[in-house]
């Protein structure tokens, strides 16, 4: 019992000499951190955008264009809002129009100004193109092949 009471004795003295329950702040300090994320973009070309074909097509006499759907398949990964272009690495005296394969409301878009953008995040594409025989050259007759490039970038 004698213990019991110093003990509550000293505990009553340090509490009285503390100012009681109260806590006192001797200094303060804040501050910011900034953190700068690169981007990143990634390009994965799942299958290569190659449009093969012949001339004249059936409907070409009609001036009917060749319409090619669900051509090449793309994969493009951002973590900031990007632009892709596409182009041809050869035409051979055709005009190309392209837009996006399952969009049926969508615009074709001749191949010299085809842009695509997006968000940040993960988008698969595939293309349909339309091929019609340029009016300042005329195509050779036979089996074409017409490869595109695709370029990406911040927007």
């Known amino acids: ?3 019991n009471i110093g003990v509550a004795f000293i505990l009553g003295l340090l509490l009285f000499l503390s100012g009681g329950a109260q806590a006192l702040v001797l200094d303060e300090a804040s501050f910011e ?9 990634e390009l994965t070309i799942l ?3 190659q449009l093969d074909f012949s001339y004249p097509w059936e ?3 009609k001036d009917q264009p060749l319409i090619l759907q669900e051509r090449g398949r793309i994969r493009i990964c951002s973590n900031s809002p990007w632009t892709a272009i596409l ?4 035409n051979l005296g055709f005009l190309i ?3 996006q394969s399952g969009d049926p409301r969508g615009d074709w878009k001749n191949i010299s100004h085809a842009v695509l953008s997006g968000d940040l995040g993960c988008y698969e594409f595939s293309f349909d193109f339309k091929i019609e025989p340029s009016a300042f050259r005329q195509p050779d007759y036979g089996i074409h ?7 990406i970038g911040a927007s």
């Open 59 to 61: 409907g070409a006499e």
């Open 145 to 151: 092949t017409i490869e595109l490039q695709i370029t």
């Open 1 to 3: 019992m004698k213990l």
């Open 33 to 41: 951190v900034r953190i700068t994320i690169p981007v990143v973009q």
């Open 97 to 99: 129009a392209v837009k």
């Open 87 to 90: 182009e041809p690495m050869n």
């Open 47 to 49: 299958e290569p955008i």
